[in-house]
């Protein structure tokens, strides 16, 4: 069943959507959540990922059906964790990044399994705090990271997801946000301070850029495309909503919003699209 996942960062739960109806859409399933849920991401498996920041667990819930069951959860032993990417959840790779580690300042990006938890945790000078994380399907990672205690943005790309990591040349954000990945291996980045979007060929560690930088209606974070690349959906924060834009590298166009489920109190924050972008 194709549908739509949205954390709320001050809530309990994860909700579904089903990928009909649009405007009018109510959510028809439910996952009980710790709280402090940034971002939320589905695997190539359709598998859905939480990384609980209060607790400090990554929990993943079995795909590729809506609301799947509990497949099991490991602890963060090294952070914070505010975003997950994994081509499969259950039996792979899960690249978990972390606002802080614990014990620091700064950031860094955590390799973990399901079964095994955290084994590796790499960090570079110009992470700060971690915010988007992605995962290629040929291995590399990437952390649109807050540069420095007082702001600004880095992209630090992670060969093999391993290494120190290298700063992506050529990246134009302003502030650090979401990343996806389309189906061409562009990088879809959003720019929370100055509300656009832009898409990015390459950041190995050279960008180019592809696509924008397009607008966004209103304040957003995190954005997730579907399978088939025609829709990208952000986080409204300004409106407690889930805005819809057309997608393609030419434009990404607003065209509508939907509320339904959510409180703007309860500071609705992640989201993923299930089926996700096949990259």
């Known amino acids: 069943m194709n549908g739509i996942y949205v954390s709320q960062f001050y809530g309990s739960e994860i909700l579904g959507y089903r990928s009909s109806n649009k405007a009018r859409r109510e959510p028809f399933c439910r996952i009980r959540a710790g709280m402090n849920v ?10 859905l990922i939480d990384p609980d920041g209060a607790s400090k667990y990554v929990v993943v819930f079995k795909g590729p059906e809506m609301c799947g069951k509990r497949l099991g959860a490991f602890h963060d032993s090294y952070g914070q964790p505010s975003d997950a990417a994994s081509q499969d959840a259950a039996r792979g790779k899960i690249a978990v990044g972390n606002i802080r580690d614990h014990g620091s300042s700064a950031g860094s990006l955590s390799i973990c399994t399901l079964r ?15 915010g988007g994380v992605a995962m290629s399907n040929g291995g590399d990672c990437w952390v649109d990271a807050k540069r420095t205690p007082a702001g600004g943005a880095a992209l630090i790309y992670f060969k093999g997801c391993a290494g120190q990591g290298e700063a992506a040349s050529g990246f134009k954000s302003k502030s650090y946000g979401g990343i996806d990945i389309d189906n061409q291996g562009n990088l879809v980045i959003i720019d929370q301070a100055a509300l656009t979007v832009s898409i990015y060929r390459g950041c190995n560690p050279g960008c180019t850029l592809a696509g924008g930088p397009f607008p966004l209606k209103a304040k957003s974070f995190f954005g997730k ?13 300004t409106d407690g909503a889930v805005d819809f834009y057309s997608y393609s590298t030419k434009a990404i166009k607003f065209e509508y919003s939907f509320k339904n489920g959510l409180q703007i109190e309860l500071a609705p924050q992640g989201i993923a699209q299930n089926p996700r972008s096949a990259q």
């Open 225 to 237: 495309l579907n399978a088939a690349n025609t829709d990208f959906v952000a986080v409204d924060q």
């Open 38 to 47: 940034n971002d939320v991401a589905v695997d190539g498996q359709g598998n």
């Open 116 to 130: 095994a938890g955290c084994t590796s945790n790499l960090t570079n000078p110009k992470l700060n705090a971690a």
